[in-house]
Antibody, heavy 122, light 107 residues
Framework: EVQLVESGGNLVQPGGSLKLSCAAS????????MAWVRQAPTKGLEWVAS????????YYRDSVRGRFTISRDNAESTLYLQMDNLRSEDTATYYC???????????????WGQGASVSVSS | DIQMTQSPHSLSASLGETVSIECLAS??????LAWYQQKPGKSPQLLIY???SLQDGVPSRFSGSGSGTQYSLKISNMQPEDEGLYYC?????????FGSGTKLEIK
Protein backbone atom coordinates (compact mmCIF):
# COMPACT_ATOMS: atom_id res chain seq x y z
CA GLU A 1 0.00 0.00 0.00
CA VAL A 2 1.31 3.42 -0.98
CA GLN A 3 1.51 5.50 2.19
CA LEU A 4 2.90 8.74 3.58
CA VAL A 5 3.04 9.24 7.34
CA GLU A 6 3.96 12.62 8.81
CA SER A 7 5.34 13.22 12.27
CA GLY A 8 6.85 16.05 14.26
CA GLY A 9 3.94 18.45 14.50
CA ASN A 10 3.72 20.43 17.73
CA LEU A 11 2.97 23.70 19.49
CA VAL A 12 5.90 26.11 19.21
CA GLN A 13 6.48 29.71 20.19
CA PRO A 14 6.94 32.45 17.59
CA GLY A 15 10.55 32.50 16.45
CA GLY A 16 10.98 28.84 17.30
CA SER A 17 11.91 25.88 15.13
CA LEU A 18 10.32 22.56 14.25
CA LYS A 19 11.22 19.70 11.92
CA LEU A 20 8.57 17.63 10.22
CA SER A 21 9.26 14.15 8.88
CA CYS A 22 7.35 12.08 6.36
CA ALA A 23 7.95 8.35 6.07
CA ALA A 24 7.08 6.94 2.67
CA SER A 25 6.29 3.32 1.88
CA UNK A 26 4.79 1.19 -0.86
CA UNK A 27 6.58 2.89 -3.77
CA UNK A 28 10.08 3.70 -5.00
CA UNK A 29 10.56 6.96 -3.12
CA UNK A 30 13.68 7.98 -5.02
CA UNK A 31 11.76 8.09 -8.31
CA UNK A 32 9.33 10.83 -7.31
CA UNK A 33 9.35 14.53 -6.65
CA MET A 34 7.89 15.34 -3.22
CA ALA A 35 6.22 18.37 -1.72
CA TRP A 36 4.70 19.90 1.40
CA VAL A 37 1.27 21.51 1.25
CA ARG A 38 -0.33 23.27 4.22
CA GLN A 39 -3.81 24.22 5.26
CA ALA A 40 -4.47 26.83 7.91
CA PRO A 41 -7.54 26.25 10.12
CA THR A 42 -10.72 26.64 8.05
CA LYS A 43 -8.65 27.85 5.06
CA GLY A 44 -7.71 26.45 1.68
CA LEU A 45 -4.70 24.55 0.44
CA GLU A 46 -1.35 26.28 0.06
CA TRP A 47 1.72 24.77 -1.56
CA VAL A 48 4.82 25.28 0.61
CA ALA A 49 7.84 23.60 -1.00
CA SER A 50 8.91 20.92 -3.47
CA UNK A 51 12.04 18.87 -4.04
CA UNK A 52 13.19 16.90 -7.06
CA UNK A 53 13.80 13.17 -6.83
CA UNK A 54 17.56 13.44 -6.29
CA UNK A 55 17.41 16.68 -4.28
CA UNK A 56 19.00 18.55 -7.17
CA UNK A 57 16.50 21.40 -6.99
CA UNK A 58 14.18 22.79 -4.34
CA TYR A 59 11.35 25.26 -4.71
CA TYR A 60 9.68 27.41 -2.05
CA ARG A 61 6.81 29.83 -1.78
CA ASP A 62 8.02 33.34 -1.13
CA SER A 63 6.63 33.55 2.41
CA VAL A 64 8.75 30.62 3.66
CA ARG A 65 11.89 31.00 1.54
CA GLY A 66 14.89 31.51 3.83
CA ARG A 67 13.01 30.14 6.85
CA PHE A 68 11.99 26.64 5.71
CA THR A 69 14.19 23.92 4.22
CA ILE A 70 12.87 20.90 2.39
CA SER A 71 15.12 17.86 2.17
CA ARG A 72 14.96 14.13 1.67
CA ASP A 73 16.81 10.94 2.46
CA ASN A 74 16.19 8.48 -0.35
CA ALA A 75 17.96 5.67 1.50
CA GLU A 76 15.46 6.05 4.32
CA SER A 77 12.47 6.99 2.09
CA THR A 78 11.88 10.04 4.21
CA LEU A 79 10.99 13.64 3.41
CA TYR A 80 11.71 16.49 5.81
CA LEU A 81 10.68 20.08 6.38
CA GLN A 82 12.88 22.12 8.70
CA MET A 83 10.95 25.19 9.82
CA ASP A 84 12.85 28.03 11.49
CA ASN A 85 11.81 31.47 12.73
CA LEU A 86 8.19 30.33 12.83
CA ARG A 87 5.40 32.89 12.71
CA SER A 88 1.77 32.72 13.79
CA GLU A 89 0.73 32.67 10.13
CA ASP A 90 2.58 29.34 9.74
CA THR A 91 -0.04 27.69 11.94
CA ALA A 92 -1.55 24.92 9.80
CA THR A 93 -1.84 21.26 9.08
CA TYR A 94 1.14 20.28 6.95
CA TYR A 95 0.62 17.54 4.39
CA CYS A 96 3.38 15.50 2.84
CA UNK A 97 2.53 14.80 -0.80
CA UNK A 98 3.92 12.77 -3.66
CA UNK A 99 4.60 14.71 -6.84
CA UNK A 100 5.26 13.48 -10.33
CA UNK A 101 7.57 10.67 -11.38
CA UNK A 102 10.98 11.98 -12.39
CA UNK A 103 10.34 10.94 -16.00
CA UNK A 104 7.99 13.87 -16.36
CA UNK A 105 4.38 14.86 -16.35
CA UNK A 106 2.18 17.49 -14.92
CA UNK A 107 2.79 18.52 -11.31
CA UNK A 108 -0.02 16.86 -9.45
CA UNK A 109 -0.02 15.43 -5.95
CA UNK A 110 -1.49 11.96 -6.12
CA UNK A 111 -0.69 10.68 -2.63
CA TRP A 112 -1.24 12.66 0.58
CA GLY A 113 -0.31 11.93 4.17
CA GLN A 114 -2.74 12.36 7.05
CA GLY A 115 -1.19 15.69 8.01
CA ALA A 116 0.88 17.06 10.89
CA SER A 117 -0.47 19.89 13.02
CA VAL A 118 1.79 22.88 13.63
CA SER A 119 0.63 25.61 15.97
CA VAL A 120 2.70 28.74 16.47
CA SER A 121 1.62 30.65 19.53
CA SER A 122 3.00 32.18 22.70
CA ASP B 1 2.25 33.97 -9.51
CA ILE B 2 -0.63 32.34 -11.38
CA GLN B 3 -3.91 33.11 -9.66
CA MET B 4 -6.62 30.43 -9.74
CA THR B 5 -10.09 31.91 -9.38
CA GLN B 6 -12.60 29.25 -8.43
CA SER B 7 -16.38 29.58 -8.48
CA PRO B 8 -18.82 29.26 -6.94
CA HIS B 9 -17.63 29.51 -3.35
CA SER B 10 -20.36 27.08 -2.33
CA LEU B 11 -23.31 25.26 -3.81
CA SER B 12 -25.92 22.75 -2.88
CA ALA B 13 -27.35 20.07 -5.08
CA SER B 14 -30.01 17.40 -4.88
CA LEU B 15 -29.19 13.73 -5.21
CA GLY B 16 -28.94 12.80 -8.88
CA GLU B 17 -28.36 16.38 -9.97
CA THR B 18 -25.44 17.50 -12.15
CA VAL B 19 -23.19 20.28 -10.85
CA SER B 20 -20.26 22.21 -12.27
CA ILE B 21 -17.38 24.05 -10.64
CA GLU B 22 -15.32 26.56 -12.59
CA CYS B 23 -11.67 27.52 -12.35
CA LEU B 24 -10.11 30.48 -14.14
CA ALA B 25 -6.32 30.82 -14.39
CA SER B 26 -4.77 34.29 -14.58
CA UNK B 27 -2.65 33.11 -17.51
CA UNK B 28 -2.39 30.07 -19.75
CA UNK B 29 -1.42 26.87 -17.93
CA UNK B 30 -1.13 24.49 -20.88
CA UNK B 31 -3.79 22.19 -19.44
CA UNK B 32 -1.72 21.42 -16.34
CA LEU B 33 -4.90 21.53 -14.25
CA ALA B 34 -5.92 19.14 -11.50
CA TRP B 35 -8.92 18.79 -9.21
CA TYR B 36 -8.95 17.53 -5.63
CA GLN B 37 -11.72 16.54 -3.22
CA GLN B 38 -11.42 16.99 0.53
CA LYS B 39 -13.91 15.55 2.98
CA PRO B 40 -14.25 16.95 6.53
CA GLY B 41 -11.31 15.99 8.71
CA LYS B 42 -9.58 14.15 5.87
CA SER B 43 -6.65 14.74 3.55
CA PRO B 44 -7.33 15.94 0.00
CA GLN B 45 -7.54 13.30 -2.72
CA LEU B 46 -6.65 13.69 -6.37
CA LEU B 47 -9.69 13.34 -8.63
CA ILE B 48 -8.59 14.53 -12.05
CA TYR B 49 -5.28 15.55 -13.61
CA UNK B 50 -4.29 17.11 -16.91
CA UNK B 51 -7.78 18.61 -17.26
CA UNK B 52 -9.72 15.41 -17.87
CA SER B 53 -7.74 12.31 -16.86
CA LEU B 54 -9.51 10.44 -14.10
CA GLN B 55 -7.35 9.22 -11.22
CA ASP B 56 -7.58 5.47 -10.56
CA GLY B 57 -10.62 4.59 -8.48
CA VAL B 58 -12.49 7.84 -9.09
CA PRO B 59 -16.09 7.26 -10.26
CA SER B 60 -16.86 8.10 -13.88
CA ARG B 61 -19.54 10.60 -12.81
CA PHE B 62 -16.62 12.99 -12.28
CA SER B 63 -15.32 14.67 -15.42
CA GLY B 64 -13.15 17.61 -16.31
CA SER B 65 -12.89 19.90 -19.30
CA GLY B 66 -11.41 23.16 -20.46
CA SER B 67 -8.38 24.70 -22.08
CA GLY B 68 -6.27 27.81 -22.01
CA THR B 69 -7.31 29.63 -18.87
CA GLN B 70 -10.82 28.23 -18.28
CA TYR B 71 -11.50 24.85 -16.75
CA SER B 72 -14.41 23.07 -15.12
CA LEU B 73 -15.24 20.03 -13.04
CA LYS B 74 -18.58 18.33 -13.60
CA ILE B 75 -20.20 15.91 -11.20
CA SER B 76 -23.08 13.99 -12.74
CA ASN B 77 -25.71 12.13 -10.74
CA MET B 78 -24.74 13.73 -7.40
CA GLN B 79 -24.27 11.17 -4.61
CA PRO B 80 -24.16 11.67 -0.81
CA GLU B 81 -20.46 10.81 -0.70
CA ASP B 82 -19.71 13.70 -3.09
CA GLU B 83 -20.25 16.25 -0.32
CA GLY B 84 -17.04 18.06 0.49
CA LEU B 85 -14.59 20.70 -0.61
CA TYR B 86 -13.21 20.82 -4.13
CA TYR B 87 -10.02 22.57 -5.20
CA CYS B 88 -8.45 23.20 -8.56
CA UNK B 89 -4.66 23.41 -8.87
CA UNK B 90 -2.27 24.49 -11.59
CA UNK B 91 0.92 22.50 -12.07
CA UNK B 92 2.33 24.55 -14.92
CA UNK B 93 4.63 26.89 -13.09
CA UNK B 94 6.05 27.45 -9.62
CA UNK B 95 4.71 28.50 -7.24
CA UNK B 96 2.07 25.81 -7.56
CA UNK B 97 -1.26 27.43 -6.75
CA PHE B 98 -4.70 26.25 -5.75
CA GLY B 99 -8.13 27.74 -6.16
CA SER B 100 -9.86 28.95 -3.01
CA GLY B 101 -12.17 25.96 -2.90
CA THR B 102 -15.83 25.16 -3.46
CA LYS B 103 -17.99 23.67 -0.74
CA LEU B 104 -20.50 21.21 -2.17
CA GLU B 105 -23.44 20.14 -0.05
CA ILE B 106 -26.52 17.99 -0.50
CA LYS B 107 -29.70 20.01 -0.74
Amino acid sequence: EVQLVESGGNLVQPGGSLKLSCAASGFTFSNFYMAWVRQAPTKGLEWVASITHRSTTTYYRDSVRGRFTISRDNAESTLYLQMDNLRSEDTATYYCTRGPHYSGGTYVMDVWGQGASVSVSS
Amino acid sequence: DIQMTQSPHSLSASLGETVSIECLASEGISNYLAWYQQKPGKSPQLLIYYVSSLQDGVPSRFSGSGSGTQYSLKISNMQPEDEGLYYCQQGYKYPITFGSGTKLEIK
